[in-house]
């Protein structure tokens, strides 16, 4: 009698000795290597939208054939490495450290912003998951949408603008709950009041992108009035017209001059006209790059067009021309020219 219980007892602390231990939760997380917005607009009328797809994947090491683990994922964003701020907005950057706003929201609806740190101001985005833990170890996948926009109507420099987001700026912190027997709760927060819980920085990477095209808006030129002339031309007759254009900030472009209406075939001379009866008379005349007048301003790019870079504001180009000397007397008229204007950018 007395030798039953004392093995029975035995028994009991074998068993007490031979229970599970609790195991670590672990997390980790992959993300579209790229936020594209693609090609955006200066002064665009609408926002435009991107989106980010993370995956979250947990595991936790063998328990029991009926343990399971409840685990809360945060997902946290810091700045980036195009600016210091993360509201109202994140920068993204050209080459010439020129911004462009934009922002990562946690819901489609754009109404709040994805944080760094969790249940913060603003906060990171937050999924859960329970699965089971048999002997064998257990594991949890999910997958979450971040929504990101670039607001309408900025005022932007051509280029192609990035922030990378990795190191400090990518925070996971995850808790977990265990049980050997029934269903785990999932924790109410992400560091706290759990079984475990576990902060990794550099949890994934990822760059925002966004290319700004170059682009010349609208330009107007003034007329070149070489004035009425009496008798015949002796001396040059010197005048300038003035052609402004506007371009975004970053934009380089070049100003091509054609040989106008009245040039001869195969050449490159310039010549008003006029016409009496069905008589055409000319006079030749020379557009200019500089005010000494030596260098042409021509159509051959990289040859002898203008070129510059565009500011965002209206750039004034002044035009240098030039009547020369001629003998005799030309016959009385109105002399014209229409030169076609080409801005490539």
């Given at each position: 009698m007395s030798l039953r219980l004392l093995l029975g007892l035995l028994l009991l602390a074998g068993l007490v000795a031979s229970a599970p231990t609790r195991a670590a939760a672990t997390c980790t997380a992959t993300a579209d290597a790229l936020l594209p917005f693609g090609n955006v607009s200066s002064g665009a009328a609408g926002a435009t939208p991107g989106t980010l797809n993370i995956t979250v994947n947990c595991s936790t090491a063998a328990l029991s054939l009926v343990a399971t683990t409840g685990i809360r994922v945060c997902i946290g964003l810091g700045n980036g490495t195009g600016g210091?701020?993360?509201?109202?907005w994140r920068t993204?950057?050209?080459?010439?450290?020129?911004?462009?706003?934009f922002q990562i929201y946690n819901v489609?609806?754009?109404?709040?912003?994805?944080?760094?740190?969790?249940?913060?101001?603003?906060?990171a985005q937050?999924?859960?998951m329970t699965y089971n833990v048999p002997v064998i170890g257990g594991s949890g996948s999910r997958t979450t949408q971040l929504f990101a926009q670039i607001p309408a109507n900025q005022v932007l420099a051509s280029g192609s603008y990035s922030s990378t987001f990795s190191g400090a700026s990518v925070v996971l912190t995850w808790a977990w709950n265990e049980v050997l027997l029934g269903n785990a709760t999932v924790p109410a927060t992400c560091n706290g009041g759990a079984t475990g819980t576990n902060t990794a920085s550099n949890a994934f990477t990822f760059n925002a992108t966004a290319n700004v095209?170059?682009?010349?808006?609208?330009?107007?030129?003034?007329?070149?009035?070489?004035?009425?002339?009496?008798?015949?031309i002796p001396a040059n007759i010197d005048q300038t017209a003035t052609l402004t254009l506007t371009c975004l900030k970053r934009t380089a472009f070049q100003v091509s001059l054609d040989n106008g209406q009245n040039n001869p075939a195969l050449s490159s001379t310039r010549r008003m006209r006029t016409t009496i009866g069905s008589n055409n008379y000319y006079l030749t005349y020379e557009l200019y790059r500089d005010a000494?007048?030596?260098?042409r301003w021509g159509n051959t790019l990289n040859v002898d067009t203008f070129s510059g870079v565009g500011t965002g504001s209206a750039q004034p180009l002044t035009i240098y021309g030039r009547v020369p000397p001629v003998s005799g007397q030309p016959p009385a008229g109105t002399y014209n020219d229409l030169v076609q204007v080409t801005i490539t950018y």
């Amino acid at each position: 009698m007395s030798l039953r219980l004392l093995l029975g007892l035995l028994l009991l602390a074998g068993l007490v000795a031979s229970a599970p231990t609790r195991a670590a939760a672990t997390c980790t997380a992959t993300a579209d290597a790229l936020l594209p917005f693609g090609n955006v607009s200066s002064g665009a009328a609408g926002a435009t939208p991107g989106t980010l797809n993370i995956t979250v994947n947990c595991s936790t090491a063998a328990l029991s054939l009926v343990a399971t683990t409840g685990i809360r994922v945060c997902i946290g964003l810091g700045n980036g490495t195009g600016g210091t701020s993360t509201s109202p907005w994140r920068t993204m950057v050209n080459g010439s450290s020129d911004p462009l706003n934009f922002q990562i929201y946690n819901v489609a609806n754009y109404s709040e912003v994805t944080g760094l740190a969790p249940r913060g101001t603003p906060p990171a985005q937050e999924l859960t998951m329970t699965y089971n833990v048999p002997v064998i170890g257990g594991s949890g996948s999910r997958t979450t949408q971040l929504f990101a926009q670039i607001p309408a109507n900025q005022v932007l420099a051509s280029g192609s603008y990035s922030s990378t987001f990795s190191g400090a700026s990518v925070v996971l912190t995850w808790a977990w709950n265990e049980v050997l027997l029934g269903n785990a709760t999932v924790p109410a927060t992400c560091n706290g009041g759990a079984t475990g819980t576990n902060t990794a920085s550099n949890a994934f990477t990822f760059n925002a992108t966004a290319n700004v095209l170059p682009q010349c808006g609208s330009y107007l030129t003034t007329t070149m009035n070489f004035g009425n002339v009496t008798g015949g031309i002796p001396a040059n007759i010197d005048q300038t017209a003035t052609l402004t254009l506007t371009c975004l900030k970053r934009t380089a472009f070049q100003v091509s001059l054609d040989n106008g209406q009245n040039n001869p075939a195969l050449s490159s001379t310039r010549r008003m006209r006029t016409t009496i009866g069905s008589n055409n008379y000319y006079l030749t005349y020379e557009l200019y790059r500089d005010a000494a007048r030596s260098q042409r301003w021509g159509n051959t790019l990289n040859v002898d067009t203008f070129s510059g870079v565009g500011t965002g504001s209206a750039q004034p180009l002044t035009i240098y021309g030039r009547v020369p000397p001629v003998s005799g007397q030309p016959p009385a008229g109105t002399y014209n020219d229409l030169v076609q204007v080409t801005i490539t950018y």
